[in-house]
């Protein structure tokens, strides 16, 4: 099992930025998907970007050409990069880890059930 801390949430204008980062530590898996959810109130969770242990990335519609979602490995550390960023943008956002033969499919469909590690999220308020 992986554990997850995420950090750097806040409350931002409109147009702002915000780097939100997830460190990992526990077990290592050799392949894996790395993601970030999020989860508005009154609403269902949401995939927003995903990242397996080849670097390929996968993004929700609604946040293509706005977020970036990186890793460290040097640091154990996955990030988030918003840019842009909307009111509808404001959620609690929660990292998550599948390193079990699910990997695979968890990047491509990013669905929350997918994913057996979750942090305790972050949250992230935009103003208009």
């Known amino acids: 099992q992986v554990q997850l801390v995420e950090s750097g949430g806040g409350s931002v204008q409109a147009g702002g930025s915000l780097r939100l980062s997830c460190a990992t530590s526990?077990?290592?898996?050799?392949?894996?998907?790395m993601g970030w959810f999020r989860q508005a109130p009154g609403k269902e969770r949401e995939g927003v970007a995903t990242?397996?242990?080849?670097?390929?990335?996968n993004y929700a519609d609604s946040v293509k050409g706005r977020f970036t979602i990186s890793k460290d490995n040097t640091k154990n550390t996955l990030y988030l990069q918003m840019n842009s960023l909307k009111p509808e943008d404001t959620a609690m956002y929660y990292c998550?880890?599948?390193?079990?033969?699910?990997?695979?499919?968890?990047?491509?469909?990013?669905?929350?059930?997918?994913?057996?590690?979750w942090g305790q999220g972050t949250q992230v308020t935009v103003s208009a």
């Open positions: 990242i397996d242990s080849g670097r390929i990335t």
């Open positions: 998550a880890a599948e390193g079990g033969q699910g990997w695979y499919r968890a990047c491509r469909i990013l669905r929350g059930a997918d994913f057996a590690d």
């Open positions: 526990g077990n290592i898996y050799s392949r894996y998907c």
